[in-house]
């Protein structure tokens, strides 16, 4: 047990090693969906040449996995209110599983993206279980910075997922080149995440049910075990009379419940369900799932080779790291609306030179040539900003959706923002292989910067902080 202070300075005892080691596992699922997502980025030319598809045929191929996502952020986020957090993470992990051989496996489009969907689920639903997971085990004043793990996850699935493609293609000599037992590289990069997604499953089972979902189903000797363990007394018995007036003001979770009421603002849906689905919007309309989920294509597109574009993105995961251990360290300090603030800022100036340099080039051959030093700047800007996305809307999205809905809607709002957050994902991906070959880089980042841009306005007028408060005294 530890020393923390509550929001009112009051001292209390956690086991804080016990709450990170939670957190830890169900960050794993997080892992995986970094893992997913950008495992893709090295297999792309193996997909155009195993399946001989086109710019519209790549899109979808590489975009099929967030149709799933969508659902699967969307049903887990429904289903936890009446199966539990921690279940369907074992159903996310099994179906991590599946994916990651199948698409290995996969002999035609077809095939692969059905497995790919089956991916998406699990992405999907790993997406808002674990933030909602975490921010009901967590205490208060450390909730930020543990919800913020789910992104150092994200970001260390897709950076060994960069690093696995990089060293896997290098030994081979090409993403598209024979390895082991015969099949081609590309297929081998799916396969690696299968090692990471059996550790999941397994640890799952050692973990406690979220003593929230347990008081829900009237268990509440189970809740109270799990905050004993957590928190010790007074505040386990303290915390479970909390959310038993919480639970008693009002009926049993249900979707219909994220519906505006009778004095409330919001059109269909209540305002703090619009405001996550905002967030979820913005997060995905800025276009970084571009640069994880095309880097080796958007490079190689501006002259690199493959081998130094693969490179580029283990740099980028890299540098990702950091930015969001940065604001790990600080976010239950500053709080949470400055870095949405200033990291819209940072993205909208940085995507705006990313424009200009690739503005500058010329076509030749099919190969964007960039004059002088602009290939240089082009690069040091889509890195900056990546480093302003994940100190700001990579993690803190994640803390705000996790902890801003009050106990009533948690799970509903997490599923309409999360199945939200994964139709803009598609949309963005879907459409990128479409700009490249029609209206050209120069423009979609254009696109990418003016939505980071009118974001800054969302943040400032519509979004309130959570910094410090009781899951119990979220309201909306």
């Not at 193996?46 to 996502?69: K, N």
């Not at 300090?333 to 940072?346: A, E, Q």
């Amino acid at each position: 047990m530890a020393d923390t202070q509550t929001a009112d300075g009051a001292a209390t005892k956690v086991n804080s090693s016990f709450i990170f080691l939670i957190t830890i596992v169900a960050t794993l699922g997080g892992f995986l969906f970094g893992y997913d997502s950008g495992v893709i980025n090295g297999t792309v030319d193996g997909l155009q040449q195993a399946f001989d598809s086109d710019s519209v045929g790549t899109g979808f191929s590489v975009s099929s996995m967030l149709l799933g996502s969508a659902v699967g952020a969307f049903t887990a986020g429904w289903l936890a209110d009446k199966f539990g957090r921690r279940n369907m993470l074992i159903v996310a992990a099994v179906l991590f599983i599946i994916s990651a051989f199948g698409s290995g496996i996969a002999g035609d489009p077809t095939s692969f993206i059905i497995y790919r969907i089956i991916g998406g689920l699990a992405v999907g639903a790993a997406s808002v279980m674990a933030p909602a997971y975490i921010s009901e085990i967590a205490p208060a004043e450390t909730r930020g910075r543990l919800t913020s793990i789910q992104q150092v996850a994200i970001i260390a699935g897709l950076f060994l997922s960069f690093l696995s493609n990089y060293f896997l293609a290098k030994t081979a000599g090409g993403s598209t080149a024979e390895f082991w037992g015969g099949f081609q590289t590309w297929r081998w990069m799916f396969w690696m995440e299968l090692i990471p997604a059996f550790l999941f499953l397994g640890l799952l089972f050692f973990i406690p049910k979220s003593p929230r979902f347990s008081m829900f189903k009237d268990d509440e000797a189970g809740a109270k075990a799990t905050l004993l363990k957590l928190f010790g007394d007074p505040k386990a018995s303290n915390k479970v009379e909390e959310i038993r007036e919480s639970l008693a003001n009002d009926h049993k979770p249900a979707l219909s419940d994220t519906l505006a009421k009778a004095g409330d603002k919001g059109f269909v849906f209540r305002t703090i369900v619009w405001v996550g689905i905002g967030l979820a919007m913005f997060q995905q309309l800025v276009g970084i799932n571009v640069v994880f989920y095309y880097g080796a294509v958007l490079w190689q597109a501006v002259g690199f080779t493959e081998n130094d574009a693969l490179l580029i993105n283990v740099l980028s995961g890299g540098l990702s790291i950091a930015a969001v251990m940065i604001t790990l360290m600080t976010i239950d300090r500053i709080g949470r609306k400055p870095f949405l603030l200033w990291g819209s800022v940072g993205m909208a100036i940085t995507l705006a030179v990313v424009a200009f340099a690739f503005s500058k080039g010329t076509l030749v051959d099919g190969t964007l040539v960039l004059p002088g030093n602009m290939g240089l700047v082009a690069l040091i800007a889509a890195n900056a900003y990546v480093v302003c996305f994940n100190m700001s809307w990579g993690p803190v999205m994640w803390v705000m959706l996790g902890e801003m809905f009050p106990n009533q809607i948690r799970g509903s709002g997490l599923a309409i923002a999360g199945l939200a957050q994964w139709l803009t994902n598609f949309a963005i991906t879907f459409t990128f292989p479409i700009f490249l070959a029609g209206i050209g880089l120069a423009a979609a980042y254009s696109i990418y910067a003016a939505f980071a841009l009118i974001s800054v306005f969302f943040v400032l007028w519509l979004v309130k902080e959570t910094k410090g408060k009781e899951l119990e005294d979220m309201v909306g």
